[in-house]
């Protein structure tokens, strides 16, 4: 079965650009979650999402941070516009009801 | 602020040496405590979980749970050089039916051969 799928994998863009990443859980999973990690910072939590629905977005940093989950199989978080404080590895997991989370590989996002 | 403390290391340790890592958390309410493993440029991967006090026994791996002194470890038996990565404490605090949770800055474990 496959596991967490993020894309794209590696991301490199210019200061004030848009940046879109995408995440596609373990079908039958009903939370996604995304994270950012930094040296400084280690591992935060952004968002989360039960059945679509997102339940608690206080980890995401400021307005320029959105994220949307349409149906159960895809969701994005989106940087519009991205600084170069926005450099980062972000996974995103996802959980079935009754066990613990899974990770994806992550994307590593620098902003020049 | 929840906030879930390990201290960062390094912890080195020889190969076959018991490897014992540490965290501690704020709220009271935390029911479930789990243990990821991260390799350098790699996801975090679950390698155990423990919900009640006392010691919870997998493989080479235990994990013990304090709730009275809000504290859990890992310890990580035989260590290999394999074992070498970066540990992450993980809680879901209260309430905790919503899956939450929230990582330690992490403990990274050196194995040396």
């Known amino acids: 079965d496959a596991g967490v799928i993020q894309s794209p994998r590696h991301e490199v863009t210019e200061m004030g650009q848009e940046v879109t990443l995408r995440c596609k859980p373990i079908s039958g999973h009903n939370s996604l979650f995304w994270y950012r990690q930094t040296m400084m910072r280690g591992l935060e939590l952004l968002i989360y999402f039960n059945n679509n629905v997102p339940i608690d977005d206080s980890g995401m940093p400021e307005d320029r941070f959105s994220a949307k989950m349409p149906n159960a199989s895809f969701s994005t978080l989106k940087i519009q516009p991205s600084e170069p404080r926005d450099s980062a590895v972000y996974f995103c997991?996802?959980?079935?009801?009754?066990?613990?989370?899974?990770f994806g590989p992550g994307t590593r996002l620098t902003v020049l | 602020q929840k906030e879930v403390e390990q201290n960062s290391g390094p912890l080195s340790v020889p190969e076959g040496a018991i490897a014992s890592l540490n965290c501690t958390y704020s709220?009271?309410?935390?029911?479930?405590f789990f243990w990821y493993r991260q390799y350098s440029g790699k996801s975090p991967e679950l390698i155990m979980f423990i919900y009640s006090n006392g010691d919870k026994e997998d493989g080479r791996f235990t994990a013990q749970l304090n709730k009275a002194s809000q504290y859990v470890s890992l310890l990580i038996r035989d260590s290999q050089p394999s074992d070498s990565a970066t540990y992450l404490c993980?809680?879901?605090?209260?309430?905790?039916?919503?899956?939450?949770?929230?990582f330690g800055q992490g403990t990274t474990l050196q194995v040396k051969p």
């Open positions: 997991a996802s959980k079935p009801v009754t066990d613990t989370q899974y």
């Open positions: 993980a809680v879901n605090p209260a309430p905790s039916n919503t899956g939450k949770l929230i």
């Open positions: 709220d009271r309410g935390s029911q479930s």
